[in-house]
Structures are given as structure tokens and as C-alpha cells.
């Protein structure tokens, strides 16, 4: 049988939409499913509350070096491995986020965020098929017109030692993704063998870096068939990311887009829209 884990790394701030989530999460999956909720142990706490047989609320700094050490009234964090430059928040996430998936035990690691919920119902077979876990990918997508993500893909290539290519590139990044635990590990043990230093240090000395188009580019360029023959370019998740707050009409006019395949929404939590207006849209998929 595939066993199947999401993964959510969440913060106080975002604990009401984390319980949506949560819910949504045990409501659409198979009871052999987990939900790991990964947060600052000052928030351990609070989480806790959500804490169950299926769902189970840990440490981020059990995922994180003991050389990483956070300032005081800031974002940001010190490798003292590394100290320059500091470790953004940001950064750290996805330190936590690789962490998880490649101590994972599940087949299938699916990682959401927070500001998700699940409106159908999903499983291991969704995102593995004959052994292959499921890569999102969208050729051609990357050039000029997006910096941001061309920095990311030169990151990606200089982390895994791989030569320079010209764009377009292709799009990783999505609002909800699944990765194989196997390939993740294989992945940062190839960065330490290129950068000869802890993958957590490697990475957290990017200032500018993108797990998903990490992975991605490890699974197309590093690995090959046949880790990437199950590839699509569906996101499944109807995603709202403007920072722009939604209202009742701007909301209904968004749900009313969802597509048939579909299994889950995102209203970003940068647009600040209303939580009683969110659970009121959830409402309305049920």
C-alpha cells in the first residue's frame, strides 16, 4: 500500500487558517493519512491543540542545525557556521520544509501551506502512479519577464553542480506540490557533495531561493527517466494570490472558477482577506 503524509509548516499568525487546513486535510483523506504541523517551539502550544492520532504538531528546531541561532527582535537568523549574510525567515521555511520531507517515512510527502484548504477528496493514488510521484512542471514558462524565478533556477543549478543553461525555464512552483521523501534525500546529499558543507548551511546562504524549483530541476536534469514520467502541468489547487483582499462578489466570482479536477483552494494570506469571509467560501464548496 502507498502511504501518503502532507506537511504544513505554519506559525502562530497563521493559526486560524491552519485549523481550516487541518480540517480539511482528515475530511478529504484516507485515515491512514497524516498531517505533520511543523512550528516555533514558542508556538508548540497553541498547535497542540490540534494535536491527534492523525495529526501530529512537532518543532521546527528539531529540523534545524544547532549553528542556526536566531536575533532577537528581527526575522532573521545567524549560522554561525556561516554568519554572513543572516538566514531570512523565508529561507528557514524551506530549510524546515526539505527537512521534513526527506525525514519523512510516508512514499508520498505533500506540502502545503497554511492559507490552503482541501475541497475533494484526494489520496495516494493522486499523486503517485506506477512508483512515480507526481512532478508539477510547466515548460517554458521562465525567461526576462520573471527575475525572481530566473535567480532561483541559477541557484538551483549552482547548488546541484550543474552548468549554466539558457532561458526560458521551466515552472516548478505551485501552491501545492507533492515530492518523493527517496529523491528528496538523494537531492541533498548531492548538495553537500558539491558545496562540501551541511545542505542547511548551503542553502541557507542564498539570499534568493526556491525549494520547489530545487526539487524540479533535480528530478528533469539530475535524475532523468524515470523519476520524472509522471509529470503534469495541472496545479489541482484554485489559487487566489493577489494581495488585494477579497470580498462576497470578488470571492464568489473566484470560487466559481474552480476546475473539475481541482482538490483544493488558496486564497493567499498576504491579501488579507477576512477570516469569517474565507469560512464562509469554504462553506459554500461543501
Known amino acids: 500500500m502507498t502511504t501518503m503524509d502532507v506537511i504544513t509548516p505554519s506559525f502562530s499568525g497563521d493559526f486560524e487558517l491552519c485549523v481550516d487546513l487541518n480540517a480539511s486535510v482528515l475530511a478529504n483523506t484516507p485515515p491512514t493519512v497524516r498531517h505533520h504541523i511543523i512550528v516555533p517551539g514558542r508556538d508548540l502550544e497553541l498547535f497542540g491543540r490540534l494535536a491527534n492520532e492523525r495529526t501530529i504538531v512537532s518543532d521546527e528546531g528539531r529540523l534545524l542545525p544547532r549553528s542556526l541561532v536566531s536575533v532577537p527582535g528581527t526575522k532573521y537568523s545567524v549560522n554561525l557556521r556561516r554568519p ?104 541533498l546529499e548531492r548538495i553537500e557533495k558539491v558545496t562540501r558543507q551541511p545542505w542547511q548551511t548551503a542553502i541557507g546562504s542564498q539570499l534568493h531561493f526556491s525549494e520547489w524549483t530545487l526539487y524540479g530541476v533535480f528530478v528533469e536534469e539530475v535524475l532523468g527517466a524515470p523519476a520524472n514520467q509522471f509529470a503534469s502541468d495541472d496545479t489541482l489547487c484554485h489559487s487566489y494570490w493577489e494581495e488585494t483582499p477579497l470580498d462576497e462578489n470578488s470571492a464568489r466570482e473566484f470560487l466559481s472558477a474552480i476546475k473539475p479536477d481541482d482538490i483544493a483552494v488558496m486564497i493567499s494570506a498576504k491579501s488579507r482577506t477576512p477570516l469569517e469571509l474565507r469560512r464562509k467560501a469554504w462553506a459554500s464548496l461543501s
Open 84 to 187: 554572513y549574510p543572516p538566514v531570512r525567515g523565508w529561507i528557514i521555511q524551506q530549510i524546515v520544509k526539505l527537512g521534513a520531507a526527506a525525514a519523512a517515512e510516508a512514499d508520498v510527502v505533500v506540502l502545503v501551506d497554511s492559507d490552503i484548504v482541501f475541497a475533494r477528496p484526494f489520496g495516494p493514488d493522486t499523486f503517485v502512479r506506477d512508483g512515480v510521484v507526481r512532478l508539477y512542471r510547466k515548460p517554458n514558462e521562465i525567461d526576462d519577464r520573471l527575475p525572481r524565478h530566473m535567480i532561483w533556477h541559477r541557484a538551483a543549478r549552482e547548488l546541484l553542480g550543474l552548468s549554466a543553461q539558457q532561458p526560458p525555464y521551466t515552472d516548478y512552483v505551485s501552491s501545492l506540490l507533492a515530492w518523493d521523501p527517496r529523491l528528496v534525500k538523494s537531492m
